[in-house]
């Protein structure tokens, strides 16, 4: 069994006076809010990333949500805009709903989905969202760190299915690699590997913050 241990940044940064606006009028546009603006997204078409393939009527209907969502927002609506956030993503994966998603998810106390959305939102750089944000989102990702945690956790008997916490992550296949990494919430976890006749079972010490725990399950039957 390893227990790997890795740091953690802590830049203290709050974001938490960050906004969302309604969507701007076309041609309109404020560098300081998180609204993807006509003028910043039509303009270069497809040579934007993030824009790349992107119908103008998927657009649209992106921003729609997106303009509903940061309604829910403002009001302290977090589920509400969470979810028009999720619906406008299917239309448009733009950087600024990722980062009003994640705005969304820290009140909701999720840290590792709020971890996913800003890295999605910062992914591209600072062009799509404006510096301001660009810099909030990387501090608060260092903040939030602070509250997950790894664990790497592997099984090489095949047919056994291997769990975290209750949740399915992968069945022993030949051939396959057979490990997972996942990011967790620090403290402490139940690992298991499971099939007909075998049992393991590991109750991980608690995991700080920046911390890996990794482990290989091993499988026997009770005679073995």
Request: with cysteine; net charge neutral.
């Amino acid at each position: 069994m390893i227990r790997a241990v890795g740091i953690a940044l802590g830049l203290v940064l709050s974001i938490g006076s960050v906004r969302a606006q309604p969507a701007p009028e076309p041609g309109a546009g404020d560098a300081n809010n998180t609204t993807p603006n006509t003028g910043n997204l039509q303009s270069g078409g497809d040579e934007r990333p993030w824009a790349k393939g992107v119908s103008k009527e998927r657009q649209d209907t992106a921003l729609r949500l997106f303009s509903d969502g940061n309604k829910h927002l403002n009001n302290s609506l977090f589920p509400l805009a969470l979810e028009k956030y999720k619906e406008a993503l299917k239309s448009w994966e733009h950087p600024a709903i990722y980062y009003n998603m994640a705005l969304a998810l820290r009140t909701l106390d999720q840290p590792i989905e709020l971890e996913a959305a800003m890295m999605k939102a910062i992914e591209f750089g600072p062009a799509p969202i404006d510096n301001d944000k660009f810099e909030h989102a990387k501090a608060y990702l260092a903040i939030n760190a602070k509250a997950l945690a790894w664990i790497d956790v592997s099984c090489k008997k095949l047919g056994a299915n291997v769990l975290v916490d209750g949740v399915k992550l992968f069945t022993v296949e030949a051939g396959k690699e057979n490990r997972k990494e996942l990011r967790v919430r620090v403290g402490k976890h139940t690992i298991v590997a499971e099939r007909t006749g075998y049992n393991a079972q590991v109750d991980a010490p608690s995991i700080e913050p920046g911390q890996k725990f990794r482990i290989e399950l091993q499988l026997y039957t009770s005679e073995e």
